[in-house]
């Protein structure tokens, strides 16, 4: 039998388990990273924690809806078994919600074509081999980006200050996302450093010979998985080859202790397109598209 459980009456340690050793096991859906990137957060519950539901929830005007936090790749079902029907998960949820977004994780093998579940991609690497074999796969212009790379004289630099990664991705990255207000890099700022002291994520920076900070990203690291959740380029100084020896120099360390490089996922043609070139292939997966707001709702929504 499947509860909704709110997150004040959750048995934290039965559900974090249930994610810990669960077949779809994300970094994303433990009680800590919720707790920091949610607004609010329920959850749904089978049986004692068999497979949970975890669902970042707001409310307005009186209706609670489901929403996708920034700083959160991957959700959906967890379960302790591979024989799991997540079609009563999906039943609860749309009764519980008029309105449901949400990105579900890739291990989640829907069937169903219905116009709620809408597919997208992630590019993800094999880095199980040796570093030498994996560079051998990417193509010829990344290859090129790194010699362009060696003859400006990159320096990396591990586990740098957060607020100099944030500060670049908002001087950057950010002036092109103007929906991130300044309340999501707080957020941010509380989660690398909250990964950082539980040893789940690293900051890599790179810098030119100016010693100006020129590329930076933010790797969290669960299981055999590492994935990039937040990275930027400096775009003034982008066309020497910057981000691609930022991913090199990182698959180059983790590639001895992981199997998996996940890029986090993009199904923009040009960005998957770039991340392909480092020999990456892509995966499946679901978003959650779901409306069944009453018509006035809808009409104020696309009024505003």
């Given at each position: 039998?499947?509860?909704?459980?709110?997150?004040?009456?959750?048995?934290?340690?039965?559900?974090?388990?249930?994610?810990?050793?669960?077949?779809?096991?994300?970094?994303?859906?433990?009680?800590?990273?919720?707790?920091?990137?949610?607004?609010?957060?329920?959850?749904?519950?089978?049986?004692?924690?068999?497979?949970?539901?975890?669902?970042?929830?707001?409310?307005?005007?009186?209706?609670?809806?489901?929403?996708?936090?920034?700083?959160?790749?991957?959700?959906?079902?967890?379960?302790?078994?591979?024989?799991?029907?997540?079609?009563?998960?999906?039943?609860?949820?749309?009764?519980?919600?008029?309105?449901?977004?949400?990105?579900?994780?890739?291990?989640?093998?829907?069937?169903?074509?219905?116009?709620?579940?809408v597919g997208k991609q992630m590019q993800i690497l094999l880095i199980s081999?040796?570093?030498?074999?994996?560079?051998?796969?990417?193509?010829?212009?990344?290859?090129?980006?790194?010699?362009?790379?060696?003859?400006?004289?990159?320096?990396e630099k591990w586990n740098d200050n957060p607020e100099k990664l944030i500060?670049?991705?908002?001087?950057?990255?950010?002036?092109?996302?103007?929906?991130?207000?300044?309340?999501?890099?707080?957020?941010?700022?509380?989660?690398?450093?909250?990964?950082?002291?539980?040893?789940?994520?690293?900051?890599?920076?790179?810098?030119?010979?100016?010693?100006?900070?020129?590329?930076?990203?933010?790797?969290?690291?669960?299981?055999?998985?590492?994935?990039?959740?937040?990275?930027?380029?400096?775009?003034?100084?982008?066309?020497?080859?910057?981000?691609?020896?930022?991913?090199?120099?990182?698959?180059?360390?983790?590639?001895?202790?992981?199997?998996?490089?996940?890029?986090?996922?993009?199904?923009?043609?040009?960005?998957?397109?770039?991340?392909?070139?480092?020999?990456?292939?892509?995966?499946?997966?679901?978003?959650?598209?779901?409306?069944?707001?009453?018509?006035?709702?809808?009409?104020?929504?696309?009024?505003?």
């Amino acid at each position: 039998m499947i509860q909704y459980v709110e997150r004040k009456d959750l048995e934290v340690e039965k559900y974090d388990a249930c994610i810990d050793n669960s077949i779809q096991s994300r970094i994303y859906a433990f009680s800590w990273y919720l707790d920091i990137v949610a607004d609010n957060w329920d959850v749904l519950v089978l049986d004692d924690y068999k497979a949970v539901m975890p669902i970042p929830c707001r409310k307005k005007a009186g209706i609670k809806y489901v929403y996708p936090p920034l700083w959160l790749l991957e959700l959906g079902v967890f379960s302790l078994s591979e024989n799991i029907d997540y079609n009563p998960f999906f039943k609860l949820l749309f009764q519980k919600f008029k309105s449901v977004e949400s990105r579900l994780n890739s291990a989640i093998n829907i069937q169903e074509n219905t116009s709620c579940f809408v597919g997208k991609q992630m590019q993800i690497l094999l880095i199980s081999d040796d570093y030498n074999t994996i560079c051998n796969g990417y193509r010829k212009d990344r290859r090129k980006d790194l010699n362009k790379a060696k003859k400006v004289d990159l320096t990396e630099k591990w586990n740098d200050n957060p607020e100099k990664l944030i500060q670049l991705f908002k001087n950057n990255v950010g002036k092109r996302t103007p929906n991130i207000a300044d309340k999501d890099y707080l957020v941010l700022e509380e989660l690398i450093k909250i990964c950082l002291e539980k040893k789940v994520g690293e900051i890599l920076s790179v810098y030119n010979k100016e010693d100006r900070l020129v590329a930076s990203g933010f790797f969290l690291k669960h299981k055999k998985a590492v994935t990039i959740l937040v990275s930027s380029t400096d775009f003034k100084h982008r066309k020497n080859g910057v981000n691609t020896f930022l991913i090199d120099r990182a698959i180059y360390k983790f590639e001895k202790n992981f199997s998996i490089f996940n890029f986090g996922g993009s199904s923009m043609e040009s960005i998957a397109k770039y991340f392909l070139s480092f020999g990456a292939t892509s995966h499946n997966y679901k978003q959650i598209k779901y409306n069944n707001l009453p018509w006035f709702i809808k009409l104020l929504k696309k009024m505003s």
